[in-house]
């Protein structure tokens, strides 16, 4: 473990919405957090009800964010304000061609707050068919050594 290395606390709220209808996922787990020079990194597993773990890997740089997620699903996600992104969405249910168009991208660095905070707001097309409106809320902090 590096020696920059935090115990954190993850909470992330995913919105999504479409014509008539909005999705909420909220999800609390216990993570990582590392700086490298101006890269940071936060890694947790998610824990799903109804599937195996979900490895998460969210690198945060001044320019872009990435999310990169392995285990149930496969995929990895690039965040630039203001443009379009590609990728491959890999599931149980198959392969998902996906663009991402971010529209709004903020960030709170752990050293300014007492809590981390990043916000996205993009849409994500799948399959060249689907759009859907998408925010994620990601705020993360130090473990208390109670």
Do not use: C
């Amino acid at each position: 473990m590096p020696a920059n290395a935090k115990d954190i606390q993850v909470q992330l709220v995913t919105e999504i919405q479409d014509q008539d209808r909005r999705e909420t996922m909220e999800i609390e787990e216990t993570g990582r957090f590392l700086v490298r020079g101006s890269t940071q990194v936060l890694t947790f597993t998610e824990h799903p009800e109804d599937g195996e773990p979900v490895h998460t890997m969210v690198t945060i740089k001044p320019e872009h964010v990435s999310i990169k997620r392995t285990g149930g699903v496969e995929m990895r996600q690039v965040f630039k304000p203001l443009m379009e992104t590609e990728n491959l969405y890999h599931h149980t249910y198959g392969d998902f061609h996906m663009k991402t168009y971010t529209k709004e991208m903020n960030y709170t660095p752990l050293e300014e707050s007492v809590q981390g905070r990043l916000f996205l707001n993009y849409t994500m097309t799948l399959n060249h068919e689907v759009t859907q409106a998408h925010s994620l809320t990601l705020t993360f902090e130090e473990e208390s050594d109670s």
